[in-house]
């Protein structure tokens, strides 16, 4: 590869026209997604966590505001009380100051808000990469894979829980190596600001300072840093990061510490009892096998991110082994340490400890950012590499181009529904073997076709079990949302909508009249009950 300078021509314009154009691109699409099962739980999350800070602080806004009347329940007796809200109160606020009135707008202004994090997650994959390899193209090139990731690049504009927590570790695991390759008071003051908001989206942030902390020590330990001088730096990094874990999270205090530890509780023993499609048969989401999530990773996951991911896990265990008991030699070694712990450590306690997951891999989400370094540190070795046939380098760029051409065109083909995207791995009758369009975005598609194809002024839809299709008749035009009516009495309705979550397809309803499809796959029936 031409070797270029930092402060190259071609760098200070194509890294800014890079994320300009990614962020010009969100911009455009936002609105073209429907509304996720549970978005409206998430704002009913923030809405009573908002209330309950209003209450203290300005009652009278809290008063002033009907937004607010359907949230009679306090604090302390909400069931999802223990959930961090750093994410879904600040967006509950910006609601209400910029006083957006119709509903379908306060979703979209949610999905708006979770792109913009997720935005800041993929800057901060750029530099992860850019300052791994001392090479802007490279982090490029990270930035990329994660843009060109189909199902992730969907979610990251509705999926305000995992997307969001996915994004905010990659920022906080950013300035983790900042924090370790200079230990300074000010990086650990960063670190800590952002390794609590972290925390306080989801709890299971902390997994970011036990790796810090871990690590600062271990410098010390070889003497690459004075002790005390690491006692300072965790000092202020302690006292600062719990600090602010309080501070934006309401629920803690009460009882600061108890409030925590229950929280922790609460959540490494999720509390769903569901059941999943894997692999053909339906299983309870406390009794998945082990290989779950691992499975619903290499089947979701482009196909040349997981061998070059799968080549930087191996490098990267080599030159561990080599180094020994001082575990690496150089920064370099030092960054590929913390992102294997970051990948693999939340993996494998997932599968030793038996957590409860559904819905594929996307509690995992998080772990996503450290494996697609390791995958640009296998991709960066195979660029290396001089085997004896001269065309190597070529073939590799060639190839990698390719392949990302074809995920990209099928993204572009199947927009917005790139969240029931597959790879080869999956074989097969995939909708028959896994969960599709759990989230429930394809309704919105439903309804549209049937608002267009209706010309009856009311019409009444059956949708089966727990499904979001209600909330997104709101992304609807606002003069036809009046035009739909929800029953559960399939008896009673016009029309039958499904994601085929619910109900096998043997479903006796034979009026099929339209499909929504994704990479030709039907993840989503409308049948016309009533003729």
Not at 391 to 403: C, D, E, K, V
Request: some cysteine; glycine content about 6%; hydrophobic content about 50%.
């Amino acid at each position: 590869m031409p070797d270029f300078s930092r402060s190259s021509p071609l760098q200070r314009w194509a890294v800014p026209a890079f994320f300009v154009a990614v962020f010009l691109l969100g911009l455009l699409i936002f609105r073209d997604f429907g509304v996720s099962i549970d978005e409206n739980q998430q704002r009913d999350i923030g809405m009573i966590s908002l209330k309950h800070v209003a209450q203290k602080i300005a009652p009278n806004w809290v008063e002033g505001d009907y937004n607010f009347v359907k949230y009679q329940t306090p604090l302390a007796e909400f069931y999802d009380r223990d959930y961090g809200v750093a994410f879904e109160t600040p967006v509950s606020f910006l609601e209400r100051i910029f006083k957006i009135a119709d509903d379908g707008d306060k979703f979209l202004f949610r999905h708006f808000c979770t792109f913009l994090v997720c935005f800041g997650g993929l800057i901060a994959i750029f530099q992860l990469a850019r300052r791994r390899f001392n090479d802007w193209r490279i982090g490029l090139l990270a930035a990329l894979w994660m843009l060109l990731t189909p199902r992730l690049f969907a979610e990251s504009f509705y999926n305000d829980k995992d997307a969001v927590f996915m994004a905010m570790f990659a920022i906080a695991t950013n300035t983790a190596v900042r924090l370790l390759l200079r230990p300074t008071l000010r990086r650990a003051l960063v670190h800590a600001l952002v390794c609590a908001i972290t925390i306080d989206v989801r709890i299971m942030g902390v997994l970011l300072p036990l790796a810090t902390l871990g690590l600062l020590s271990w410098r010390s330990f070889r003497g690459e840093l004075r002790w005390a001088q690491l006692g300072k730096i965790v000092a202020v990094y302690l006292v600062v990061m719990a600090g602010v874990v309080v501070l934006l999270w309401p629920y803690l205090w009460p009882a600061p510490l108890h409030n925590f530890v229950q929280a922790f509780k609460n959540m490494s023993a999720f509390r769903w009892g569901g059941t999943v499609l894997y692999r053909g048969s339906m299983v309870l989401a406390t009794e998945l096998p082990w290989h779950y999530a691992p499975v619903w990773m290499g089947i979701t996951t482009p196909i040349l991110y997981l061998v070059a991911g799968l080549t930087g896990i191996v490098l990267v265990i080599r030159q561990l082994l080599r180094a020994q008991w001082r575990l690496w030699h150089d920064e370099g070694g030092l960054q590929d340490l913390l992102f294997l712990g970051l990948f693999f450590g939340p993996l494998l306690a997932v599968i030793v400890l038996h957590s409860v997951l559904y819905d594929g891999w996307r509690q995992l989400y998080f772990i996503y950012p450290a494996f697609l370094l390791l995958a640009i540190r296998g991709w960066v070795a195979a660029a290396a590499w001089r085997p004896r046939w001269a065309g190597w380098p070529r073939a590799l760029y060639a190839a990698t181009a390719l392949s990302m051409l074809i995920v990209g065109a099928q993204m572009v083909r199947d927009h917005p529904l790139q969240n029931v995207y597959f790879n080869l791995l999956a074989g097969a009758n995939v909708g028959e073997r896994f969960e599709m369009d759990y989230w429930g975005l394809g309704y919105r598609q439903d309804l549209e076709y049937i608002i267009a194809n209706e010309p009856r002024s009311v019409v009444k839809v059956f949708a089966p079990g727990p499904s979001p299709a209600e909330f997104n008749r709101l992304m609807l035009p606002a003069d036809q949302r009046g035009r739909l009516q929800f029953t559960d009495k399939p008896e009673e309705a016009d029309y039958f909508i499904t994601n085929y979550r619910w109900h096998p397809e043997s479903y006796p309803y034979p009026h099929e009249v339209h499909q929504v499809r994704a990479d030709g796959r039907r993840i989503h029936s409308v049948f016309r009950l009533r003729w």
